[in-house]
């Protein structure tokens, strides 16, 4: 319910900027904003993440009653111990204990999570469990136990909406996200499910360069006060899922990255028409479309048609090395089609969409690899 007498959240001024100051090192909380950012593509219920605001990072969500708050901090460093009731609660009020539930001070309800890279010790385990699981109940001794331990050590702390510390252990999870490479792969698994579900299809290199591009929106926002503008800190649902979009196909439209560069140059070096380098990477395109699609390229046929039109690639490139053809980049390119054209023909029982990935393979594959040999 909503606490009478109090501003709403988005009227607060943050009670301190120092990450907004100081970004050195904060790059594993980029990549923890950037997962919040990647779970509002899939769960509507996350409206908002706001990059350095009230807390490191904060979550609006829409229940049933209406908004509530969830105010994360992120700690990458590693202490010599897990952490522990006692390494939460030290520095007692400037604690992390305390300072999360200084942010208690809004109209909306408010929840609480910690994200850390090191683990944390075997008596807050519970922690780890969703708000509402069954273990989590007061009755539950380990839970109670967690309660008491938290609340000897802050004693009467109140926050704003006079809640103390028995409310902030029963309003906090706990994430252990471990290294800053874990939480990167994590998201670009999450992105990439992302794009398969909207029919989008990136090359890694394509992928790597969205995922940065977000990272790059995320350290901007984090670096910007919030008296400068609250609203560039903030990422809401459907302007994001919009903004992500659009970068979809900028990445496609404005360079293919690293991979497909380099297919464009060698492709040019050969002395191939713009127009055929452009269906080669059309053709790439629909090669990895398929390669994704377990209903194509799921089989043994498939497999074997490859590592076939492989070996017969091979083995021209082969006979370009050693002198026995003599072509330039463009004959050699028809010549490698050529070979391709029979492979299929060879194989009239194969499914067509079969037939049709070996072609992407000589396009992805064949003048790729093996036009520069000789440019």
Same mark, same amino acid.
């Not at 398969?196 to 990272?215: C, I, P």
């Not at 043994?300 to 026995?324: I, K, Y």
């Given at each position: 319910?909503?606490?009478?007498?109090?501003?709403?959240?988005?009227?607060?001024?943050?009670?301190?900027?120092?990450?907004?100051?100081?970004?050195?090192?904060?790059?594993?909380?980029?990549?923890?904003?950037?997962?919040?950012?990647?779970?509002?593509? *899939?769960?509507?219920?996350?409206?908002? =993440?706001?990059?350095?605001?009230?807390?490191?990072?904060?979550?609006?969500?829409?229940?049933?009653?209406?908004?509530?708050?969830?105010?994360?901090?992120?700690?990458?460093d590693k202490p010599d111990q897990l952490w522990s009731v006692a390494l939460v609660c030290?520095?007692?009020?400037?604690?992390?204990?305390?300072?999360?539930?200084?942010?208690?001070?809004?109209?909306?309800?408010?929840?609480? *999570?910690?994200?850390?890279?090191?683990?944390?010790?075997?008596?807050?385990?519970?922690?780890?469990?969703?708000?509402?699981?069954?273990?989590?109940?007061?009755?539950?001794?380990?839970?109670?136990?967690?309660?008491?331990?938290?609340?000897?050590?802050?004693?009467?702390?109140?926050?704003?909406?006079?809640?103390?510390?028995?409310?902030?252990?029963?309003?906090?999870?706990?994430?252990?996200?471990?290294?800053?490479?874990?939480?990167?792969?994590?998201?670009?698994?999450?992105?990439?499910?992302?794009?398969?579900?909207?029919?989008?299809v990136l090359f890694s290199d394509q992928r790597d360069e969205l995922y940065e591009r977000?990272?790059?929106?995320?350290?901007?926002?984090?670096?910007?006060?919030?008296?400068?503008?609250?609203?560039?800190?903030?990422?809401? *649902?459907?302007?994001?899922?919009?903004?992500?979009?659009?970068? =979809?196909?900028?990445?496609?439209?404005?360079?293919?990255?690293?991979?497909?560069? =380099?297919?464009?140059?060698?492709?040019?070096?050969?002395?191939?028409?713009?127009?055929?380098?452009?269906?080669?990477?059309?053709?790439?395109?629909?090669?990895?479309?398929?390669?994704?699609?377990?209903?194509?390229?799921?089989?043994?046929?498939t497999a074997d048609l490859e590592a076939e039109a492989l070996a017969t690639l091979n083995?021209? =490139?082969?006979?370009?090395?050693?002198?026995?053809?003599?072509?330039?980049?463009?004959?050699?390119?028809?010549?490698?089609?050529?070979?391709?054209?029979?492979?299929?023909?060879?194989?009239?029982?194969?499914?067509?969409?079969?037939?049709?990935?070996?072609?992407?393979?000589?396009?992805?594959?064949?003048?790729?690899?093996?036009?520069?040999?000789?440019?």
């Amino acid at each position: 319910m909503v606490f009478e007498g109090l501003a709403s959240i988005r009227g607060l001024m943050p009670l301190e900027e120092g990450g907004a100051v100081a970004r050195t090192g904060f790059i594993y909380q980029d990549h923890v904003t950037a997962k919040f950012c990647l779970d509002m593509l *899939r769960d509507d219920r996350l409206r908002e =993440v706001w990059c350095e605001a009230e807390d490191d990072v904060t979550l609006i969500w829409l229940g049933d009653d209406g908004e509530w708050v969830e105010l994360v901090q992120v700690k990458s460093d590693k202490p010599d111990q897990l952490w522990s009731v006692a390494l939460v609660c030290e520095g007692h009020p400037a604690s992390i204990a305390a300072k999360s539930l200084a942010h208690d001070r809004c109209a909306e309800p408010c929840r609480f *999570r910690l994200v850390t890279q090191a683990d944390i010790h075997s008596d807050l385990a519970i922690l780890k469990l969703p708000i509402g699981h069954k273990d989590r109940a007061f009755a539950n001794p380990k839970m109670r136990a967690v309660h008491e331990k938290v609340s000897l050590r802050l004693g009467d702390l109140l926050s704003l909406r006079r809640r103390g510390a028995s409310h902030w252990v029963g309003d906090l999870v706990w994430t252990v996200a471990e290294s800053e490479d874990a939480i990167r792969n994590a998201n670009l698994i999450a992105l990439e499910r992302w794009l398969e579900d909207n029919g989008e299809v990136l090359f890694s290199d394509q992928r790597d360069e969205l995922y940065e591009r977000l990272l790059r929106r995320i350290m901007a926002a984090s670096r910007t006060r919030w008296k400068d503008g609250p609203e560039t800190k903030k990422f809401l *649902r459907d302007l994001f899922i919009v903004w992500l979009k659009g970068q =979809v196909s900028a990445v496609k439209g404005i360079s293919t990255g690293k991979a497909g560069e =380099v297919l464009r140059q060698k492709m040019a070096v050969a002395g191939l028409e713009a127009g055929v380098i452009d269906m080669a990477e059309d053709l790439r395109r629909r090669y990895r479309r398929l390669e994704l699609d377990p209903k194509y390229m799921g089989g043994s046929e498939t497999a074997d048609l490859e590592a076939e039109a492989l070996a017969t690639l091979n083995h021209l =490139v082969s006979q370009l090395d050693r002198g026995a053809l003599e072509a330039d980049g463009i004959e050699f390119h028809g010549l490698c089609l050529e070979a391709l054209a029979g492979l299929r023909a060879s194989h009239p029982e194969a499914r067509l969409s079969a037939l049709q990935a070996i072609m992407y393979i000589a396009a992805d594959r064949c003048r790729h690899r093996f036009l520069p040999a000789r440019a």
